[in-house]
């Protein structure tokens, strides 16, 4: 029997459920110090003077770290990480200054004795698709195209019979894993160690490294467990820099950084609002004939990002005219970064939503109508793709979810007092496998070893590699050990993009091939091979996406508009599965996720300050136990020889893709309320109700 | 965090005395708003005098009511079957609120004199006069979801984030305070106060005064309701809620009792609705009108507008379900 396929439990489930886990900021090391950031209180300005007098007077203050006293980095181009090195203020929240003391609670007072004078400039923190400051990127997130432009968008939208043309919102979004972002960091005999929560210790330690102008086998980053990261530990904030700082300022002595959750606001990156400028055009059988998205979205005056929001619009339906753009707009705000499935997630509410109005607008059946546009070729490349099963995953979402006797009129079914309604919504992730992943298999002591420097982020890397590795070396499965979370061993690329089991497992199959090819089925003691990933020559040849389908059924108050979702199903398409608990728990995690930003999730950002303002899991809303009913994750079995050895695409990040659009439908069949701007919530269905 | 003094005496009056003589002394029992603030600098007190332990954690028949030993936890409080028959609203407003480690830790005098959500007021960067009198209120202009649309001033718009209060308010319970000069009374509806000139108040309780009980008459009335209206099913401060007591007899309203959370700086008692009522015969045109007199007043910042008919709303349906009538 094989081990991909196996629901096997997590190897480090006890370890996670019993507090034996370390994570980061409680690696037990000896007498450490702790830090506190000090943040600006403007979000634009020049330091003038920094008082730090007081603070260093306070017993137990071990330093006081600022631009005048913290080292100059060797390289500052990223000035996210380029902290304490000059007077400027760039976003309110940024960090200014460092305590460094005997307890944490030392620290923290000490920050709040830190006082900084400073001369305030206007600042600039409000987004708006009216702004005369728009400016078109050079590519977005990571290197895309900025636009696209095929056919005649205006003339086929003037030639169609039925058009939509609709702005819709996504709101400012922020991670919020549990665990936040801290380090214990160690300067000791010139090598710098950091036990740091991040989504990959190889692209940390080479970040840092540069930064700190070390060469790299002098700087090593551990992490053998993550609380969650949903993107905001894929890349090194300021804090991990600050740590190391600390450290390199005190050797010998570890010191510990943990963000506080408000500080997590500002400082670990976030989801920039989008304004989504829609426009489908289609004939009466609700083909399309012109794709159109808009979008406007804003970054940091620090340092840019751009998300590529328009990214799925471009390959999800045929259509022969279509024009896609993104325009930003630098603001004195914190820098902002990826966020599960940047672009898709925001990318396919828009649209979505637009084929659900659409659909209204012809009398077709949303589900009909996404079926009716299904693509022969990836409408981007014109290449073929891999794999897709959409249409498939439309039909049987509808028939588990019991789509077919829906009644399509919006606002007519009242149940106990609430409205109900359902909707449904395609989903979208791309399947890629990095280059640059190295796995090594060891024979030790008649049991396999397999190093990788990857990251398990909760996902569950640490059993689902042992699966891989083991059906390679056709071993059972408990006879191989894994090791990941460590620069120690062999260089692995992030944790993000969905790329991880795809690409490290890649890595594993390749090396256990070599190792059975160099010592066959008897090998010795410290026997070992190794190989590394490359580009996936396929990937020029085939379109390759992972696709699904999400329902969504939901109730809303027909006095109060109190939302409600009571049901949410979807089903993918990703290839093999490698391990259906695992696998199950991401699915749902992403479309728990969904319903969160559908719903509730909504950084409120003053641009009065500059800084969000309900910086705290009381104030920032997630949907919590008692939102979260019957959410069911299913998935076909899909064939794809083309996406990688193993035949698997990535899962970490559909489950987010489509949901907020499919609940959104829900409420606009439940209603008759087409909200367009997330999260929907009572103020925005109260009109409507009767 | 600044330092501070501990102190954890050995009775009540002793507690009383010692913060009344420091007035940078704080009393700490259940700490489920107070420690946030510390970490927060929101309170910087230099003492904190801990009263576990030294008020009753008992509930006691009392003239036909009940009376609620300040000590009791807001879970033992929701679960007594005393509470649960003869004072619903009550109950279910203790569970409408907070989680169920919050309301383990927080405790029957303690959670009406939590202090407001405000994101402004838990935020020392920016101006708040709640928090630093003179320096401005920052929920004016900016993020007013929670915030007041009845009784508010130019210098604050807060809203008291309590359930528990508002039933409290509704059922006309009454205050026991053990004070440097000795024991009184206050009604409950009297306890908090509007914001005006000096929104730094909270209360009517001076420095030292600690409330020792809360005394329940005998219910008011046998139909009962705590409505609380949020975006998340849990663990959400109210957009409005709306607690409901009621009497009626032959169809018509003899008596009423209504309170409203999520709106104003105190639990608001709703007293214009219930002389509405008083006399009216149950049913849609009185309930409507009901929230009609009372909402007259209501003043809805941009941003909250929507409160106004959400709470007439909520009112409305909370009286046709004490009254037996269907949904919309």
């Not at chain 1, 059988?285 to 471009?314: C, M, S």
């Not at chain 1, 896609?324 to 828009?350: I, K, N, Q, Y």
């Not at chain 2, 604050?156 to 309590?162: D, E, I, L, M």
């Amino acid at each position: 029997m094989t081990a991909i396929g196996q629901p096997l439990v997590r190897r480090d489930g006890a370890h996670k459920v019993t507090g034996a886990a370390t994570y980061a900021f409680e690696t037990p090391v000896s007498a450490p110090l702790f830090c506190h950031p000090v943040q600006s209180t403007v979000a634009r300005g020049r330091i003038t003077a920094i008082h730090t007098a007081e603070a260093e007077v306070l017993d137990g203050v071990v330093d006081v770290l600022t631009y005048r006293t913290a080292e100059r980095l060797a390289s500052t181009d990223d000035a996210e990480l380029a902290v304490l090195q000059d007077r400027d203020i760039a976003f309110r929240g940024q960090v200014v200054g460092l305590v460094i003391a005997e307890t944490s609670e030392i620290a923290r007072h000490g920050a709040e004795l830190v006082l900084v004078d400073h001369v305030e400039h206007e600042h600039d923190a409000e987004l708006s698709e009216h702004r005369d400051d728009l400016y078109k990127p050079a590519k977005v997130n990571p290197s895309f195209p900025t636009d696209t432009d095929v056919g005649d968008l205006d003339a086929a939208l003037a030639a169609a019979p039925v058009r939509i043309e609709q702005t819709y919102r996504t709101a400012m979004y922020h991670n919020n894993p549990l665990e936040p972002h801290a380090t214990t960091a160690l300067w000791d005999h010139d090598s710098l160690t950091l036990w740091d929560s991040t989504q990959g210790v190889h692209p940390s330690r080479a970040t840092l490294a540069t930064v700190f102008g070390l060469p790299p086998e002098r700087v090593r980053v551990v992490c053998p467990f993550v609380g969650g990261g949903f993107g905001s530990k894929g890349l090194p904030h300021a804090n991990v820099v600050l740590a190391a700082m600390a450290a390199r300022a005190h050797p010998g002595r570890p010191v510990k950084l943990a963000l506080t959750r408000q500080q997590m606001f500002s400082l670990a990156g976030y989801r920039t609002p989008t304004i989504q400028r829609m426009r489908l055009g289609a004939d009466r059988d609700g083909r399309l004939t012109a794709i159109g998205l808009d979008v406007v979205e804003q970054t940091a005056r620090l340092k840019e990002f751009a998300e590529q929001t328009a990214l799925p619009a471009r390959m999800m339906y045929a259509a022969p005219h279509r024009r896609t753009t993104h325009r930003l707009a630098a603001l004195d705000v914190p820098v902002p970064s990826w966020m599960r499935a940047p672009g898709e997630c925001p990318g396919m509410f828009g649209p979505e939503v637009a084929m659900d109005e659409l659909a209204g607008e012809l009398g077709v059946d949303p589900v009909e109508l996404r079926i009716r546009n299904e693509p022969a070729v990836d409408p981007e490349s014109g290449n073929p793709f891999s794999s897709r099963h959409l249409v498939e995953c439309l039909r049987e979402g509808a028939r588990r979810f019991g789509w077919e006797a829906r009644d399509p009129r919006p606002g007519v079914r009242l149940e106990d007092g609430w409205l109900v309604g359902t909707g449904v919504a395609a989903s979208v992730y791309p399947s890629r496998v990095n280059p640059g992943s190295t796995a090594l298999v060891r024979f030790e002591h008649g049991r396999y070893a397999v190093e990788i420097g990857a990251a398990d982020l909760g996902t569950g890397a640490w059993t689902v590699l042992p699966q891989i590795a083991g059906d390679a070396l056709d071993v059972p499965v408990d006879d191989v050990d894994i090791r990941i979370g460590d620069t120690r061993y062999p260089k692995a690329t992030v944790a993000g993009g969905s790329t991880g089991t795809a690409t490290w497992g890649t890595a594993i199959v390749e090396a256990a091939r070599a190792f059975r090819d160099k010592f066959g089925r008897t090998p010795s003691h410290g026997d070992e091979a190794e190989a590394t990933t490359e580009k996936n020559p396929e990937a020029q040849r085939y379109a390759m996406y992972a696709f699904g389908a999400q329902f969504a059924e939901a109730r809303v108050h027909a006095d109060t508009g109190e939302i409600r979702v009571p049901r949410l199903l979807g089903v993918f398409a990703a290839g093999r599965i490698v391990n259906p608990r695992t696998a199950r728990s991401q699915l749902l995690g992403g479309m728990t996720m969904g319903l969160s930003m559908a719903l509730h999730e909504d950084s409120v950002l003053d641009p009065r300050f500059g800084h969000v303002v309900n910086h705290d899991l009381a104030e920032y809303h997630v949907s919590v136990n008692a939102d979260v009913a019957d959410v069911q994750a299913h998935w076909l079995d899909e064939r794809d020889e083309h996406v990688n050895v193993l035949g698997s695409k990535g899962i970490g990040e559909i489950g987010i893709v489509g949901t907020a659009a499919a609940v959104v439908n829900a409420v606009h069949h439940a209603t008759g309320a087409r909200i367009r701007d997330l999260p929907v919530t009572v103020d925005k269905v109260l009109p409507a109700l009767p | 965090m600044k330092p501070f003094t501990y102190d954890s005496p050995a009775d009540a009056a002793t507690a009383v005395r010692t913060v009344a003589a420091d007035p940078s002394a704080v009393f700490l029992a259940g700490g489920t708003n107070l420690v946030d603030h510390l970490k927060l600098g929101v309170a910087r007190p230099g003492r904190v005098v801990d009263v576990t332990g030294l008020t009753s954690t008992e509930i006691t028949e009392q003239d036909g009511g009940l009376s609620l030993g300040a000590g009791v936890p807001n879970s033992d409080l929701a679960a007594d079957p005393r509470v649960r028959s003869r004072y619903p609203v009550l109950a279910q407003a203790l569970l409408a609120g907070a989680s169920g480690q919050l309301r383990n830790m927080a405790t029957t005098g303690g959670n009406p004199l939590q202090r407001t959500r405000c994101v402004y007021f838990q935020d020392v960067t920016t101006p708040c006069n709640k928090r630093s009198p003179g320096s401005g209120c920052s929920a004016i202009g900016g993020y007013t979801r929670y915030h007041a649309i009845l009784g508010a001033s130019e210098h604050c718009v807060a809203t008291h984030p309590s359930d528990m209060a508002v039933a409290l308010a509704a059922l006309d319970a009454t205050v026991r305070v053990l004070g440097p000069d000795g024991e009184r009374t206050i009604p409950f509806a009297e306890l908090h106060r509007l914001p005006g000139d000096a929104p730094e108040r909270d209360t009517v309780l001076r420095h030292g005064d600690l409330i020792t009980a809360i005394d329940l008459p005998a219910p008011p009335g046998d139909r009962q309701r705590y409505r609380k209206v949020r975006d998340r099913a849990s663990y959400a401060f109210a957009l409005v809620s709306v607690a409901a007591v009621l009497s009626i007899a032959d169809g018509v309203v003899q008596d009423a009792r209504i309170a409203f959370g999520g709106v104003a700086h105190k639990p608001w008692r709703a007293w214009q609705a219930e002389d509405s009522l008083r006399g009216a015969r149950a049913g849609h045109e009185a309930f409507r009108a009901a929230a009609d007199a009372e909402l007259a007043q209501a003043e809805a910042l941009p941003g909250n507008e929507f409160k106004v008919p959400l709470l007439a709303r909520t009112l409305v349906a909370t009286l046709r379900e004490l009254t037996g009538g269907q949904s919309a």
